[in-house]
Every structure is written in C-alpha cells, then in structure tokens.
C-alpha cells in the first residue's frame, strides 16, 4: 500500500480538492483508493457523503487515529491511501507526514503559499519523508504561453531546488461545480482541461510513489534559505 498525505499550512489553497480529485483519478484508473479525512472541518466528506461507495471509500479519522488506519487499510488491501489534512500547527499534521510515503505541499503560486510551501517541505525533510509541491488555482496558460505568476513560480521552487510536480492545476470553475454534485473533475467533465490535468498530476504523484526518483530533494538548511531568496528574487505577481 501507498500512502499519500495532502498538505497545506494555508486554508483554501486547495488540500481537499487535490486529495479527493486524486483518490477518485486513482479509483477510475482500477486502484483500490481511499481518502481519509483528517480535517476536522471535514470537507471531504461534505463532498463525497453522497455518494453510493462512500462506505468504501471515505474515512473519517484524526490525527491521533492516522497510524493505526494506515495499519488497518494496509490489511483490508487498499492499494492508495490519501490523506486529507488541515491547515492545523505542525504537530497534528506531522502525524499524517509520518506514515506518508509521499507529501504533496499544494500552494497557489503567491509569495505567501510558497513560503509556506517551504515550510512545510522543512517538516517533510525533517521527518524524513519524500515530499513534492502542488501548484494550484493557477492562472490558465494562453496559447500555450504562461502567465508571470505561474512562471515565477516555478522558477522559484526549481531555484531553490525545491521538488515541484510539473502539472500545475489551474483556477477552473468545474473545480467547484464538481464538488457541488459530489464528484470529481474526472467525472464532472472527462474530456476537459481540469480532467487532463488532474490525470497527469495522478500518473506524476503515482510514479513518483512507485519509486520513480526524480531530482532529489534538497535536504540542507541552506537550500531553504536559498528557497526564500528565490522567492524574493521572483516574487509573484
Ligand atoms: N483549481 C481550482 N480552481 C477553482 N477553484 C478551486 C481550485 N482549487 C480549489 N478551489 C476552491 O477553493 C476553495 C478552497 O479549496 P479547498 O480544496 O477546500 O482548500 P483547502 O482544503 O486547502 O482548505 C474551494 O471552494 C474550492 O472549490
Ligand atoms: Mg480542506
């Protein structure tokens, strides 16, 4: 089994949504998925309490509970672990770091998400776990041309040599729509933009847990401080 933890220090950068389009990408893919909802807010299961499987595919849990599930789902075959988080202090979500095998730190590409995207790949590095930052609520790209914000995000996570996962997942309405009927981007709109994107970052986040090792995470204090640097020197728009 893999484990999955969806981080965020900040609310509304879009943890809930990155977990849920992600254990349902996984599901539709015929990968024995479940999402736990740490998050005392419990927007997941706002989302997903609907539905048919929901027995099946939804967990409600905390902090405290997170070992003994991952031990439990390991044991009922679940093949995917995601695991929710809220925008809570360290302590609580370092729970759900420790049993991670990968981190994903989503922020919206603004010099406060990133920042707070460094620290919470400070905690990842520290427990001694894999980590990789989700850029979310993106500006679309035009023709194919970035907009300055996006692009200076990404300059500025590879500056400091910060993991980043190339698909970056744009502001879409669909987001929201789907969430409002209980599904997926997937399931809402198979053919469109935030399906795609959400594909793609499941086949990146799915390698990259199938041990898949790309540039290696910086681990010294200094590469933070050069994260910091970068992201003064690019500061987003
Ligand atoms: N890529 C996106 N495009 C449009 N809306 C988004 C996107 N990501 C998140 N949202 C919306 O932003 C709000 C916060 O997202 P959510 O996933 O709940 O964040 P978090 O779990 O980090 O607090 C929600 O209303 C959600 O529908
Ligand atoms: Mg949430």
């Given at each position: 089994?893999?484990?999955?933890?969806?981080?965020s220090?900040?609310?509304?950068?879009?943890?809930?949504?990155?977990?849920?389009?992600?254990t349902?990408?996984?599901?539709?893919?015929?990968?024995?998925?479940?999402?736990?909802?740490?998050?005392?807010?419990?927007?997941?299961?706002?989302?997903?309490?609907?539905?048919?499987e929901?027995a099946n595919?939804?967990?409600?849990?905390?902090?405290?509970k997170?070992?003994?599930?991952?031990?439990?789902?390991?044991?009922?075959?679940?093949?995917?672990?995601?695991?929710?988080t809220?925008?809570?202090?360290?302590?609580?979500?370092?729970?759900?770091?420790k049993?991670?095998?990968?981190?994903?730190?989503?922020?919206?590409?603004?010099?406060?998400?990133?920042?707070?995207?460094?620290?919470?790949?400070?905690?990842?590095?520290?427990?001694?776990r894999?980590?990789?930052?989700?850029l979310?609520?993106?500006?679309?790209?035009?023709?194919?041309?970035e907009?300055?914000?996006?692009?200076?995000?990404f300059?500025a996570?590879?500056f400091?040599?910060?993991?980043?996962?190339?698909?970056?997942?744009?502001?879409?309405?669909?987001?929201?729509?789907?969430f409002?009927?209980?599904?997926s981007?997937?399931?809402?709109?198979?053919?469109?933009?935030?399906?795609?994107?959400v594909r793609?970052?499941?086949?990146?986040?799915w390698?990259?847990?199938?041990?898949?090792?790309?540039?290696?995470?910086?681990?010294?204090?200094?590469?933070?401080?050069?994260?910091?640097?970068?992201?003064?020197l690019?500061?987003t728009?």
């Amino acid at each position: 089994m893999k484990t999955l933890a969806v981080m965020s220090r900040k609310g509304g950068a879009g943890k809930t949504t990155v977990a849920v389009n992600l254990t349902l990408a996984a599901r539709a893919l015929g990968v024995r998925a479940v999402l736990a909802d740490a998050d005392p807010m419990r927007s997941a299961h706002e989302v997903l309490r609907g539905r048919d499987e929901a027995a099946n595919l939804l967990v409600e849990t905390s902090a405290s509970k997170l070992f003994a599930l991952t031990e439990a789902s390991r044991r009922a075959g679940v093949e995917l672990l995601v695991i929710d988080t809220p925008a809570a202090p360290e302590a609580d979500v370092a729970e759900a770091v420790k049993v991670a095998d990968l981190c994903l730190a989503v922020a919206r590409p603004t010099y406060l998400d990133l920042a707070a995207a460094v620290l919470s790949v400070a905690v990842i590095q520290r427990l001694g776990r894999e980590g990789l930052i989700v850029l979310n609520q993106c500006a679309p790209s035009r023709a194919g041309v970035e907009p300055p914000s996006v692009l200076k995000a990404f300059e500025a996570l590879r500056f400091a040599h910060l993991p980043v996962a190339p698909t970056a997942m744009r502001a879409r309405m669909v987001y929201q729509t789907a969430f409002a009927q209980g599904r997926s981007v997937l399931e809402s709109d198979p053919q469109g933009a935030a399906a795609q994107e959400v594909r793609a970052l499941f086949g990146q986040v799915w390698r990259r847990l199938n041990g898949e090792r790309p540039a290696a995470m910086s681990s010294a204090n200094d590469d933070l401080a050069r994260a910091r640097r970068g992201l003064i020197l690019a500061p987003t728009a």
